[in-house]
């Protein structure tokens, strides 16, 4: 095999550079927000990894160099509405940074994805903001105006395609009768799904855990379609809506909190496939990564020792 | 050809390529330093005093011992001193040297030659002249060969380790383009003594020329030279058995025990000299090389010849250098040149001063369980090292690794993942011996308890017993009581009726 990569820091840069064209997608969807909600993210990232490793009293340049809290606080901006108040951000990386990572030791020590934590705290604290989508193009004197001044502009917001399933099925109506498509959500998906294969060729991520996770999806989709198509969504909108491509590729593969054994990562995607269309079809939110991702996250250890591969000589 | 690999193993290039083939041939030392023991072994007996005088192939040192080999001069002269010298090891350790001063004349003794082919002597005699010639294994390990050979009696196949095992060290390479005729003849001399159907010798097919000339001088059918992917850790016997044969040895068990015999090319070459020239193990040839010399070469040196005056000759440049005994991987970094060529060291480093990239934490991924030769998970293992939980390392298999480094070359976040393995390695070793003498406190201790209540007990019950006993004969012999009284009666009645008498 040959040695692809120099350092960690590498690595987490070329998984920051294999979001762009999925970052491309939703600013073409969203508008401006996404930008400024990326950038807000990776600034007060950067400030709490830096402040928390002063209070620890550890050296801040090589674990700020490292891009992990960047990582971190590009993957929640990505995950949380484009026009949510700028203290949503602030408040979900803080407690990404901190509860999420610090706390446990800092870099490599995590037993859940920071990430996911942050937007599972958020999304339960501040069920509102967290699920107001901007509904069409977002300009940039709008978005600043709307994340600053906290001016809800409900002109501009509207729900996701899986919030609006499921509130539409929730009161009574049929698949059939859905708009169930959007052009835009396959394109983010189809963005990420890109960068998903950059990062695949590269050998910056394995196969395992991708390819498992969107199997779990594709067969419990197709299962439950299969079974009651009039209340369930067929499989291809399972895997184009939402965050699927981006939990596939970047969120379900972050290798600190992921199970490392060549078949445990094949377990760990699939179950969290498996719970991802459980929690959307069941469960009381509308995409269920996140939670599929920290319920996952603890099984880990177990899925790791019973899943090691066959030593030498044993 | 059938094509022949295995799973894990990284390709690594060859730093610094000797240019020439060559082997040059060092001058016997004005002096030498030999060591009784090369590793694990048992220290042989110096056969010599200090004062004495001694010729070139004369044997110094003896040993009864299986596993341990003789010691022969290197050159002749006086023996100087028998103390103690730093042999390469990570702890430093000390091992009793013999010092020769040399006469300068190199002065043989005198070599019998043997009339008789090899193949008219039986194994027993063959393995006892390999023993005299102080053959041990020179691909780094030390272990004796006539140990090795015995242990492997009855074995079917004879495997010629000629892979080189690390990038850097090119000392095999040269020696079988030097000496591809002793080499295959070694081989039948060792196929006689371990009673072998067939020997296979392996080697990297980066090495075309070596290749080439032992093809010419291969005529014996039961002699097969195949080619193997220069990949790193092919040249672990476990590995190598398992990528030629596909017979992969259980953890804990022996090449021996499959029926397996490996060994070093350059053990052949000696066990050629030893027997066809009768002439015991003196020199072997190194490899300097590094990024401080300025040409990387092979010598063929006397056995304690001090490495300053091999790398003196590679010219390196003055500045401070970093150096290391043995291959990139899994050399040992010594603090100083103040070591000599033993029977066991293919390869010197000398390279220049470079910083070490910082450490950075493990995030799990994953890329050093993709190269482990060995298939474990070293992620795993250093999760555990780290926190000392050896028992959790040892479930995951910490006992099986080889400390081949693969994991450290591949890690993105540069972590000394195999320093951490041996750590815990002597950490459970540390415990598990100091846990067998709490065990042993323990038990001595409760079984003191226990024998103290028991007597108490034992003593307890012997006593009621006696009362009882006593009581029981007591009661029995109410007769004796009233035999008493009317004694006592009886004299009592006399006393009175004397007094009677006489008053």
């Not at chain 1, 971190?72 to 803080?94: D, R, Y």
């Not at chain 1, 991708?210 to 499989?235: K, Q």
């Not at chain 2, 022969?72 to 000390?94: D, M, N």
Request: proline share 5%.
């Amino acid at each position: 095999m040959k040695m692809v990569f120099d350092s960690t820091s590498q690595i987490m840069r070329q998984v920051i550079y294999a979001l762009v064209l999925g970052i491309g997608a939703s600013y073409a969807h969203f508008g401006w927000g996404v930008i400024i909600q990326i950038i807000l993210a990776v600034l007060v990232a950067i400030t709490v990894e830096a402040s928390f490793l002063a209070i620890r009293k550890l050296p801040i340049k090589p674990s700020i160099t490292d891009g992990s809290a960047v990582l971190t606080g590009i993957l929640l901006a990505l995950s949380i509405p484009s026009i949510a108040p700028w203290w949503i951000v602030v408040v979900g990386v803080n407690f990404a940074i901190i509860f999420g990572k610090q706390l446990y030791g800092g870099l490599g020590n995590n037993p859940f994805n920071p990430a996911m934590l942050g937007y599972a705290f958020l999304l339960i604290s501040y069920p509102l903001p967290m699920t107001t989508w901007a509904g069409e193009f977002v300009n940039l004197t709008q978005a600043l105006d709307v994340i600053f001044n906290l001016n809800p502009v409900d002109a501009l917001s509207g729900a996701t395609r899986l919030d609006d399933v499921k509130i539409q099925l929730a009161l009574g109506k049929m698949v059939s009768e859905l708009n169930i498509y959007s052009s835009a959500q396959m394109w983010i998906n189809i963005g990420f799904l890109l960068g998903g294969l950059y990062l695949l060729a590269r050998r910056i991520i394995l196969w395992h855990i991708p390819v498992a996770f969107l199997l779990g999806i594709a067969i419990s989709a197709f299962l439950l379609f299969a079974g009651d198509s009039e209340h369930y969504l067929p499989m291809q909108n399972h895997l184009m809506l939402g965050a699927t491509m981006l939990g596939a590729f970047f969120i379900a593969t972050d290798p600190v909190t992921a199970s490392t054994t060549p078949k445990g990562r094949l377990i760990y995607g699939f179950l969290m496939g498996v719970l991802v269309v459980v929690i959307r079809s069941f469960g009381a939110y509308p995409d269920g990564i996140a939670f599929a991702v920290l319920l996952m996250n603890m099984t880990v250890s177990l899925i790791d020792y019973y899943t090691q591969p066959k030593v030498f000589g044993k | 050809m059938a094509s022949y690999s295995f799973k894990g193993g990284i390709y690594l290039p060859n730093p610094y390529p000797v240019k020439d083939s060559e082997v040059r041939q060092v001058a016997p030392p004005k002096r030498v330093i030999l060591p009784l023991k090369q590793r694990f072994e048992d220290e042989a007996q110096p056969y010599v005093k200090i004062g004495e005088k001694v010729l070139t192939g004369q044997i110094i040192a003896k040993t009864i011992s299986k596993h341990s080999s003789y010691l022969h001069a290197s050159i002749s002269g006086v023996i100087s001193a028998i103390k103690k010298y730093p042999i390469p090891h990570p702890s430093g350790i000390e091992v009793m040297c013999i010092v020769i001063d040399s006469d300068g004349k190199d002065e043989w003794i005198e070599i019998q030659r043997y009339n008789q082919d090899f193949q008219h002597y039986s194994p027993e005699k063959l393995i006892q002249r390999i023993r005299e010639a102080g053959i041990v294994g020179m691909g780094g390990a030390g272990f004796p060969t006539h140990a090795k050979i015995n242990n492997a009696q009855g074995a079917h196949t004879l495997i010629i380790n000629a892979t080189e095992c690390e990038p850097g060290i090119m000392c095999d390479d040269a020696l079988m383009q030097h000496y591809p005729r002793e080499i295959i003849r070694g081989v039948e001399v060792l196929l006689h003594a371990c009673g072998a159907k067939q020997a296979v010798i392996a080697i990297e097919d980066d090495k075309q020329e070596a290749l080439h000339s032992l093809l010419m001088y291969n005529f014996n059918d039961h002699i097969d030279i195949v080619q193997i992917p220069t990949k790193y850790t092919s040249g672990a016997e476990k590995i190598l058995i398992k990528t030629l044969f596909d017979i992969e040895i259980s953890s804990g068990k022996f090449a021996s025990d499959y029926g397996v015999l490996c060994q070093n090319v350059g053990t052949v070459k000696a066990i050629y000299d030893a027997i066809i020239d009768n002439k015991p193990l003196i020199s072997r040839i190194v490899t300097i090389t590094g990024s401080a010399v300025q040409e990387p070469r092979n010598y063929e040196a006397r056995i304690g010849t001090s490495f300053a005056s091999l790398v003196a000759k590679s010219y390196p440049n003055p500045a401070p250098h970093q150096i290391r005994i043995g291959g990139m991987m899994m050399g040992i970094d010594v603090a100083n040149m103040h070591y000599a060529v033993y029977k066991t060291t293919n390869c010197m480093f000398v390279n220049n001063v470079v910083p070490t990239p910082a450490v950075q934490s493990c995030i799990r991924c994953g890329q050093c369980n993709q190269v482990c030769p060995i298939n474990l998970l070293p992620q795993q293992l250093f999760w555990y090292a780290k926190s000392k939980n050896t028992n959790r390392a040892l479930d995951y298999n910490l006992g099986d690794c080889i400390e081949c480094r693969c994991c450290d070359v591949v890690c993105p976040s540069h972590i000394p993942l195999t320093q951490y393995f041996s750590f815990a390695k002597a950490l459970h070793r540390k415990r598990t011996i100091e846990q067998q003498k709490i065990d042993t406190a323990r038990e001595r201790f409760e079984f003191k308890e226990f024998r103290v209540k028991r007597n108490k007990k034992e003593r307890a019950e012997m006593m009621a017993r006696k009362k009882a006993q006593l009581k029981q004969e007591m009661a029995q012999d109410a007769s004796k009581k009233t035999k008493i009284a009317q004694a006592i009666a009886r004299v009592k009645n006399k006393r009175d009726s004397k007094d009677e008498n006489g008053v």
